[in-house]
């Protein structure tokens, strides 16, 4: 059986400038990591990974490189480039993908067979159906997916990470809720268009056999805070031996373990996220697994 490796993003000085607090969350963090698998630190230029690191065939093992070229955050065309340089040099082997897609917009499902995405034009044009075909193609072989299920791009969302809406958890389909600050407003993080689709998906594709369980997040209603991660506790971390669940130090904290408890027999790790997270990500974002 292949061994499962994380990867994860060196500390360095100008990570640390960048992002201040990551060294002390890597120093812990790795080691929650490293009681369960072998822990890579590739030395790159930002530390989320899951967006830009290549992704894996899984039928085959190879990696494929994606183009990672987003339009939100500090991300300039020279940070970008750097990037990109960074990865090259990292995983020189990785064949090309063409398509413009982050991988925190990629979430396969437990029997390998689909990728969920998000539709942003970015990726193609809705009109362009050979696009659309092209992109899908290069996706299922690049994955090793029979087929891509695109969700709609969700209203007011600048980033259009799927990783942040849906995860699944063994062959439990986890949907995130959010309950604001003000306690005003409660429900999907989707949409009605996009939670339709989603369970059309479930349904005429028998992809898992649980419909639905919320993990309610506690975001902030402030346009400020667009970016900010915190409460995003469906951007756990399934790897073959742990779940590694993102904790905020908000009152939601225990009702997410809790939740994730009831659908694994795995080991529930808590990984504190309080300051990673506002500058946008959490565990999920974090790392990227390979089976090798």
């Not at 890597?26 to 590739?42: C, G, N, T």
């Not at 696009?131 to 600048?158: F, R, S, T, Y």
């Not at 939670?195 to 649980?210: A, G, M, P, R, T």
């Amino acid at each position: 059986m292949p061994k499962e490796i994380i990867y994860v993003a060196k500390p360095t000085w100008y990570i640390e400038d960048i992002y201040p607090g990551y060294t002390k969350f890597y120093e812990k963090f790795s080691v929650q990591l490293k009681e369960f698998h072998e822990v890579r630190a590739l030395e790159l230029p930002d530390i989320w990974v899951r967006d830009f690191l290549p992704m894996q065939n899984i039928k085959t093992g190879q990696l494929y490189q994606h183009f990672f070229n987003p339009r939100y955050a500090n991300y300039t065309p020279k940070f970008t480039e750097q990037i990109r340089k960074a990865v090259f040099y990292s995983f020189p082997k990785a064949k090309l993908c063409n398509v413009r897609i982050d991988g925190g917009n990629i979430v396969l499902t437990p029997d390998g067979k689909y990728a969920f995405c998000l539709e942003k034009s970015t990726i193609f044009k809705k009109s362009d159906l050979a696009q659309k075909k092209h992109v899908e193609q290069e996706l299922k072989n690049a994955l090793g997916v029979e087929e891509i299920l695109w969700l709609p791009k969700q209203p007011n969302d600048n980033i259009g990470h799927i990783d942040g809406y849906i995860q699944f958890l063994g062959n439990f389909l986890i949907e995130g809720t959010v309950e604001l600050y003000n306690d005003l407003t409660s429900g999907s993080l989707l949409d009605s268009g996009g939670i339709n689709k989603l369970y059309e998906y479930v349904k005429d594709k028998n992809i898992v056999d649980c419909l639905q369980e919320w993990i309610y997040l506690f975001c902030s209603d402030n346009d400020t805070d667009w970016l900010s991660a915190k409460g995003l506790y469906i951007n756990f971390l399934e790897t073959s031996k742990a779940v590694f669940v993102p904790q905020f130090n908000l009152p939601l904290d225990e009702n997410a373990i809790k939740t994730l408890k009831l659908h694994t027999a795995k080991p529930i790790i808590k990984v504190d996220c309080s300051e990673i997270a506002k500058y946008g990500g959490a565990v999920h974002c974090l790392t990227k697994n390979y089976f090798l």
